[in-house]
């Protein structure tokens, strides 16, 4: 046979031309028998007649070209090396059907008549797959089956070829992917943001501060107040007709605690005083001495130890507008702490007055304040930045009246007067020393009735004796009854309230210089204080 085309030599090919008519009988076509024996094993598709080209029954491992390496299928009509059987003899390989070929030309019929051995028709060409792109179905399909090839079993006639669509449809699907998660962790990300935002779910925790400085400025009101509480007590009073709450604070190691004289009045005929400290200690007190002029009285603690008194400053050297702060019991609010400034100084207000004589009216040179006073504040430390006290809580203005003391209900309107500590030192002083206080004097009655401009003197004493003192400090001066007095030390006076203010803001032997009118004329006097017999 030749190996070219698998034609048995010197055989015409089925179908290279027409068979003479008449000469012979047409031989029957016989059916074709396979090449080569039954497979024993009956595996398919050896010993099955079928419309594919049988395989060879053994096949033997090749090479195998690594993964990924694209393999050049042979032209179409190629022929195929043959691969040697096993055996003694190897049949010869199988091709792909030959393409067809033109019919040659018909020859003369040969004067034998012996009809020509049976041929065996050729096998139907395979029909062609549909057009693939780019490249065409191998000649031979079964040359390059591998069954012992790694991987994935090989179809037919499928030849592998790598870098075409799946790894860019791995890479969209990658990209895909990347995407996603980016959209959902954005999602996430603004869904948590809300919820947090919201408050959504979970156990609600509130934020606070982590500790804070561990001191304070002493300067602040803060270090004023720590430095200033624990010489401060509460005075709880109580006597026969009525009760009161004030304050007070301690001046010496001795027990001496400076107040009011309206917070103790009430116990002065036989009622009782506590003093409570800021620590909560609560001891009895006992009057030592109290002024109703200057509105001031000194209380004394004993079985005390420890006691810090507070520093007196200088209520001289005090301008408007420094920094000051109040401590007191405002309606019994012990250790209340409240700030403000001064907002005036030598303000000249009255107190009291509810005596029928007038014995019981106080007259202040008071600082004007406008940290928060109201009742139970009366008799407690007005202090400066140091925590010096530069005054003593007194009275307020309230929205309804005038002047008056603590002892009201009236609340705070930004309107207190504290008593100078400059002059409280002194009255305080006399109290502790000698159990009463001496009263700067000129000598003379005021008509606390005219309602003129000034200070009359008046033109009688009230018991009906001379207006000017005999001998005293305003008769040696050369002052008259009916005199009008309109400044002191060159600033004006216009009450007769206003000018024995002016006056107690002094001590006795202090020289004071009054401008005088009479008779429409003005002249000026220079005066020495004199000391009253009684307050």
Do not use: C
């Not at 139907?124 to 790694?150: I, N």
């Not at 520093?311 to 019994?332: C, E, K, N, Q, Y």
């Not at 008779?519 to 000026?524: I, L, N, S």
């Amino acid at each position: 046979m030749d190996e070219g085309n698998g034609v048995p030599q010197g055989a015409e090919p089925a179908g290279a031309g027409p068979i003479p008519d008449g000469d012979f009988e047409l031989a029957k076509p016989e059916r074709p028998s396979p090449l080569h024996e039954p497979d024993p094993y009956s595996t398919p598709p050896y010993g099955e007649p079928g419309p594919w080209a049988p395989a060879p029954p053994v096949q033997h491992p090749v090479a195998t070209p690594a993964q990924g390496t694209v393999m050049t299928p042979p032209a179409v009509g190629a022929a195929v090396p043959p691969e040697p059987a096993p055996g003694p003899t190897a049949p010869a390989p199988l091709t792909a059907p030959a393409a067809p070929t033109a019919p040659a030309p018909p020859t003369a019929p040969t004067a034998s008549l012996t009809p020509a051995p049976p041929t065996m028709p050729a096998a139907p060409p395979a029909p062609a797959p549909a057009s693939l792109p780019a490249r065409q179905l191998p000649a031979d399909p079964w040359g390059r089956y591998d069954p012992w090839a790694a991987g994935p079993l090989q179809q037919p006639g499928a030849v592998a070829v790598h870098g075409g669509r799946r790894p860019r449809r791995r890479r969209a699907a990658l990209g895909w992917t990347l995407a996603l998660a980016l959209l959902a962790a954005g999602i996430g990300g603004l869904v948590g943001g809300y919820v947090e935002r919201e408050g959504i779910g979970g156990e609600v925790t509130l934020p606070h501060a982590k500790g804070g400085p561990a001191g304070r400025a002493p300067d602040s009101v803060a270090g004023i107040a720590a430095r200033a509480l624990p010489s401060v007590v509460t005075l709880h009073v109580a006597g026969t007709d009525e009760e009161g709450t004030g304050t007070g604070f301690v001046l010496d190691d001795r027990g001496h605690i400076l107040t009011n004289n309206h917070v103790v009045a009430p116990a002065a005929s036989g009622g009782k005083i506590s003093a409570t400290f800021s620590d909560g200690t609560s001891v009895k007190a006992t009057v030592v001495g109290r002024d109703s002029g200057y509105d001031l009285a000194v209380v004394q603690v004993s079985g005390v130890h420890g006691l810090t008194p507070l520093t007196l400053g200088d209520s001289d050297d005090v301008r408007v507008g420094d920094p000051v702060v109040a401590i007191g019991a405002p309606f019994d609010l012990a250790n209340t702490v409240t700030a403000g400034i001064i907002s005036a100084k030598e303000r000249p207000i009255t107190a009291g007055g509810e005596k029928s004589d007038g014995s019981d009216v106080s007259y202040v040179d008071a600082l004007q304040t406008d940290a928060p006073i109201n009742p139970g504040n009366s008799g407690g430390p007005l202090l400066d930045s140091r925590a010096h006290v530069i005054g003593i809580n007194s009275a307020i203005r309230s929205a309804d009246s005038g002047s008056e003391t603590e002892s009201g209900q009236a609340g705070s309107i930004g309107l207190g007067f504290a008593i100078p500590v400059n002059q409280a030192k002194r009255v305080a002083e006399e109290l502790i020393n000698d159990g009463r206080a001496t009263h700067p004097v000129i000598g003379v009655d005021l008509d606390m009735g005219y309602s003129g401009d000034g200070a009359r003197v008046d033109s009688r004493a009230p018991d009906g004796g001379p207006a000017v003192v005999k001998d005293g400090p305003a008769e040696r001066a050369g002052l008259r009854a009916g005199d009008l007095i309109t400044e002191v030390d060159g600033e004006p006076v216009h009450t007769g309230a206003e000018l024995i203010i002016r006056i107690r803001a002094h001590q006795p032997g202090d020289r004071l210089r009054l401008t005088v009118e009479r008779g429409g004329t003005e002249r000026e006097v220079s005066v020495v204080l004199g000391t009253a017999d009684q307050n």
